[in-house]
């Protein structure tokens, strides 16, 4: 019973360790059934660390799984739901939580009569929250016209402090 209970141990360790590597491809249902429970993207993909779906197995080991990269689609592993999430690599399967993108990315806050997206502020992942304090871009660059649209500035503190609830609500 030890030696089975280690065998499943190491293969769910060797399944998380295969997905961080070569990512997972998503199954159409798992994808399907995610934005119906979750009614969002799987992940925002704004930096290279965070563009992961954000997983965690039954004996409590978090991993952050590439999807979206072009060398994902030829991994072993897949993305699941056969009644619950669940990766599955060489036909073993390891059972999964998600920690879906929080709601209030989908929301917006009012700046000179304009809607913005609350991801320009502050952006969740997992269990932490980066508040950008600053807006727009202090670089005048012959290829970029972002100075042009959106001059470097300060935050308002009250679309900062905003933000920082929407990410402690319940």
Not at 74 to 99: H, T, W
């Amino acid at each position: 019973m030890v030696l089975a209970l280690l065998r499943a141990s190491n293969y769910v360790l060797i399944a998380v360790g295969f997905a961080l590597v070569h990512g997972v491809s998503i199954d159409p249902e798992a994808e399907r059934v995610w934005s119906e429970r979750y009614q969002g993207p799987m992940s925002l993909s704004e930096y290279a660390s965070t563009s992961g779906i954000c997983l965690y197995t039954t004996n409590g080991c978090y991993i952050n799984v590439p999807f979206g990269e072009s060398f994902t689609q030829a991994s072993g592993a897949r993305f699941i739901f056969d009644g619950e999430f669940a990766v599955v690599l060489q036909e073993k399967r390891v059972p999964v939580s998600v920690i879906p993108v929080p709601a209030y990315h989908r929301s917006s806050f009012p700046e000179r009569e304009v809607q913005h997206p609350f991801t320009s502020i502050g952006v969740t992942h997992t269990d932490r929250c980066r508040i950008s304090p600053i807006d727009g871009c202090s670089w005048v660059c012959t290829f970029c016209d972002l100075p042009c649209e959106r001059r470097y500035k300060k935050r308002a503190k009250q679309d900062l402090m905003e933000a920082y609830a929407a990410w402690v609500a319940p």
